[in-house]
């Protein structure tokens, strides 16, 4: 990962407009406001509890949104939660971070009518919330099965599949090699969309179903290999996400000041003092996705006066939703597309400028923006793991997996970003879980 250094050896404009402890605050501060009891009930009683609910059809994870919605309306939030929980374990972080606008609320049936959609996000919230506040418990354990499961990364899909494997009276220990759970919910999402150290809440109330050993700093293929796993466990899972940051081949990108998106946020979300962190004067951020998205607001927070989004296609290609590159034009970040990056100016080691041309102009035209950092966020590749002997089938570069997330490797399985096809939503990485753990356990309790 790239190590961010603010020291005085750095180029002063790194920098940057710094801000008070107060605007850091503020800026940083949860950019929903929560419902509380009675505005939950108010926005609840606006649904119309459909029949074969579309928002329900729309879910990845397939939560009874209209039956939660109903029992919210009913003044019971702690039973909402048991029945978002159920399908989906980790409900409070994808009512967070969940691109509802472009999901359920999009398939909301008041959309026909020329009116706003049901807040299902801020009632999904409202409800975990509650349920998280009072300790609820909605899971026991059934009787052990005496198998054991693997299950790598400590991700979205890792938890979700452990959790899931727990319930079922199976054992599991997950190999982590960060130090905390969580995945992209503990380390990738923005600030402002996970506050209160919620990631770790979450992770605590998942393991507290039991049966489940989480061993973090532990890298399987290096601290362990995948044939001990094997050996060990009755099935494996491998929920390892991605990890390899794409590059975006352009001379000069060497240059201390072209960073990965993914590595400054890591570093932002567990930072004690984020007025340490440095920030251009100019920044510039390479990418169109929901990781473009939250460097671009982040840092824009941090206190960077100027940042220019570039996409080398128009904004309805772009993998953020139109609702988050309008929030992105609302906190002053300028959105440039069409436009395809061809060089880094780079003077006395130090990245000066970005030259692009108009993807969509046949005459060249190419133009120059200023950058003083430049935050590549084009996607990531599937790191490099050591499997040793073992081999699995891949497509795009990703794990191929059948119906029931099983790989090419008998006894193992995978789930989440790390597999072709997923779309790398946590929701989706959390279904994936599910559906694995109950393939894993249709197979170890097979007569």
């Not at 130090?179 to 507290?208: C, F, P, R, W």
């Not at 190419?366 to 950092?373: C, E, G, K, L, S």
């Not at 590549?376 to 191929?400: C, D, P, R």
């Amino acid at each position: 990962m790239t190590t961010l250094s603010s020291n005085s050896s750095e180029p002063s404009v790194l920098t940057g407009q710094r801000l008070s402890e107060a605007d850091y605050q503020t800026n940083f501060a949860d950019i929903h406001t929560p419902l509380d009891a009675r505005s939950a009930i108010v926005e609840a009683d606006r649904c119309y509890n459909c029949y074969g609910a579309p928002c329900q059809t729309a879910c990845p994870t397939g939560i009874d949104v209209a039956s939660f919605i109903r029992m919210i309306s009913q003044n019971n939030a702690v039973g909402a939660a048991g029945k978002i929980l159920s399908e989906n374990i980790m409900g409070g972080t994808c009512a967070r971070a969940c691109p509802v606008e472009t999901l359920c609320e999009d398939a909301c049936v008041r959309h026909a009518e020329g009116d706003q959609p049901i807040k299902i996000g801020l009632l999904q919230r409202f409800a975990t919330d509650r349920a998280s506040e009072l300790g609820a418990q909605f899971f026991t354990r059934e009787a052990a099965t005496g198998c054991t499961v693997a299950v790598v990364g400590a991700g979205p899909a890792g938890l979700s599949c452990a959790h899931r494997l727990a319930t079922l009276g199976h054992e599991v220990v997950i190999y982590e090699a960060l130090e905390k759970s969580g995945g992209l919910n503990e380390y990738g999402l923005a600030a402002y969309k996970m506050t209160e150290d919620y990631a770790q809440q979450e992770v605590k109330d998942i393991l507290s179903i039991g049966g489940i050993k989480v061993k973090h700093g532990i890298r399987v293929g290096q601290d362990i290999s995948f044939a001990e796993l094997q050996t060990n466990y009755d099935a494996v899972f491998m929920g390892v996400g991605l990890g390899a940051n794409k590059d975006i081949n352009l001379d000069g990108e060497e240059a201390p000041e072209v960073i990965n998106a993914v590595d400054y946020i890591h570093q932002l979300r567990q930072s004690n003092d984020v007025g340490q962190l440095p920030v251009g004067q100019n920044v510039v951020v390479i990418g169109g996705g929901m990781t473009a998205i939250d460097i671009a607001i982040q840092t824009k927070r941090l206190g960077a006066p100027n940042v220019t989004m570039a996409y080398r296609r128009g904004k309805q290609h772009m993998n953020a939703s139109l609702e988050e590159q309008e929030f992105a034009l609302s906190e002053g970040v300028h959105i440039a597309h069409w436009a395809q990056p061809i060089s880094l100016i780079v003077e006395q080691g130090a990245i000066t400028g970005v030259e692009f041309k108009m993807a969509n102009n046949e005459s060249g035209q190419t133009y120059i923006t200023p950058a003083d950092m430049l935050f590549k966020a084009i996607g990531q590749n599937l790191a490099a793991i050591n499997m040793g002997t073992i081999e699995f089938v891949k497509s795009h570069g990703k794990y191929e997996v059948d119906q029931d997330l099983r790989t090419s490797q008998l006894g193992i399985w995978a789930g989440g970003d790390c597999v072709a096809g997923n779309d790398g939503l946590a929701v989706s990485a959390v279904q994936d879980g599910k559906l694995a753990a109950l393939s894993i356990h249709q197979t170890l309790t097979q007569s």
